[in-house]
């Protein structure tokens, strides 16, 4: 049976939402064509009618989750919320749905530029919704915080999933970078740091 153009469209999204998937779960090389394939329901014949070439795909799903990002943690997001949003353990844990930029980042300097352009057009993305979240104006000032401040977000979110799952050490990453970033936004600290420094008193 001939495939529509709005099945093969539906088709071709489904394949890069489970790319965008999996490659944060294993890396751009800890998943094969064949594989991806698989997980998404089709034959690994059918990769090439869909795309030019892994690369292309991998360009694609990294836009995909970066879009996820956004959508999820940073549209119009107050800052504050986003970072705790963003460092939270539920985000830390759901590696395959989570942001991309922790995920993928190390992975995407070795990429060809196309995969660089695209995080870069993702994060940007990322950058200007903060930024209607804010309520400075977008002046270069407030643009650099917010770099700043994505910066030491991700990092965290890095250091603490490469700690084994039940490690403190992964979930203080998590909660000293957190309270410093709402303590830069002027925002109260955390529930966890103030319950625990009620404890040291």
Known sequence: MKVTKAQAQANRTHVVQTASQLF??????GVGVADLMAAAGFTHGGFYKQFGSKTD????????????TVALTGDGVAPAEFVRQYLSREHRDGRGTGCTMAALGSDAARQ????????????????AALSRGADAAATPAARAETLDMLSHAVGALILSRACPDDAPLADEFLAAT????????????????????????
């Open 24 to 29: 944060r779960e294993r890396g751009y090389d």
């Open 112 to 127: 060809p530029d196309s995969v660089r352009a695209a995080f870069a057009d993702g994060i940007e993305s990322l950058v």
């Open 57 to 68: 795909l991998i360009a694609e799903a990294t836009a995909c989750g970066l879009a996820q």
């Open 178 to 201: 957190r309270d410093a970033l709402i303590a830069a936004l002027g925002m109260p600290r955390s529930a966890e740091t103030a319950a625990a420094a009620v404890k040291q008193n």
